[in-house]
């Protein structure tokens, strides 16, 4: 049996981001081959990562998916090779994640929030893994569309609510699942802001809340660049902290070692 998500990942915990696609908006195909996505994964451990994310299909804004036989021929070669190294399945295809949890993964990162495969509940539910449940406004192909919400937090934290519901009805025990209000997933550079700033009233729904800021275009948008498909270092520390200050506890980055030494000192201010 798990542990509550909470006491395996005290926060904060940074999960090192290990993208195996050939087109991600932030890293740019480095771990495109098994053997340096690998060695990334060792190195983020090294650095400090608690846990690493494997993710074999693009979420960037405006990409497609792709097949599971694609995301399985990407990722089991180097879950294969990741033997000791915590890893978090990025997807959302049941297939993909039964195979990733055999290969030992602990937690399934669904950026879908059970909308996206019917059969990914049940695989979750029976193997005893952590769930991440995101919000996401849309698809990736559509997602910036221009987004509307009358009250981005509120409709945020609502949806994160009813999936947590699902899930725990579906058989996945509440005490296992972690939530995320997806930056940049359907929002607005205005509308991320927003939801950085109130982030407290996503804390307060009860669970420990996952953050993907790391590299993300409004920050880059924010320095001023229209055109930003991503953001520097400096400024995704800037936005951990601010979301470290206000609850959050897990920490999906690219830049391990930065995000440990930024949060580490965060953590040291008593409040
Ligand atoms: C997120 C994610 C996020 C969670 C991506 C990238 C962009 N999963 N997957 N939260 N972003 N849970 O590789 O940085 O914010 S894809």
Redesign the pocket.
């Known amino acids: 049996m798990r542990p509550p998500i909470e006491e395996r990942f005290p926060r904060p915990a940074v999960m090192g981001?290990v993208?195996v696609t050939p087109d991600?908006?932030?890293?740019g195909g480095v771990n495109f081959r098994p053997e340096d996505a690998v060695a990334s994964a060792h190195g983020m451990v090294e650095e400090g990562a608690v846990i690493v994310?494997v993710?074999g299909e693009?979420?960037?804004p405006g990409s497609a998916g792709v097949s599971a036989e694609e995301e399985l021929r990407r990722v089991v070669p180097v879950l294969e090779e990741l033997d000791g190294v915590p890893v978090s399945i990025?997807t959302a295809k049941a297939e993909v994640a039964r195979r990733a949890l055999d290969l030992g993964a602990e937690l399934v990162?669904d950026?879908t929030a059970l909308r996206g495969d019917p059969e990914l509940a049940e695989v979750v539910a029976s193997s005893g893994a952590y769930l991440?449940l995101?919000h996401m406004r849309g698809e990736p192909r559509t997602m910036q569309n221009d987004p509307t919400y009358e009250d981005v937090t509120a409709e945020v934290a609502s949806f994160l609510e009813e999936r947590l519901r699902f899930a725990v009805d579906a058989g996945i025990p509440e005490e296992r699942i972690c939530l995320?209000p997806?930056?940049?997933?359907g929002k607005t550079v205005e509308q991320n802001f927003e939801l950085l700033g109130r982030l407290g009233e996503i804390v307060a729904l009860g669970r420990p809340v996952?953050?993907?800021?790391?590299?993300?275009r409004s920050l880059g948008r924010i320095l001023g660049d229209p055109e930003a498909t991503t953001g520097p270092l400096s400024a995704s520390l800037a936005a951990a902290v601010e979301a470290y200050e206000r609850g959050a506890a897990i920490f999906?980055v690219?830049d391990v070692r930065e995000h440990v030494e930024a949060l580490t000192v965060a953590a040291a201010v008593p409040r």
């Open positions: 981001v993208n991600s908006f932030s890293d994310d993710g693009s979420t960037r990025d990162n950026v991440c995101m995320d997806g930056f940049g997933f996952l953050v993907g800021l790391s590299r993300k999906r690219h």
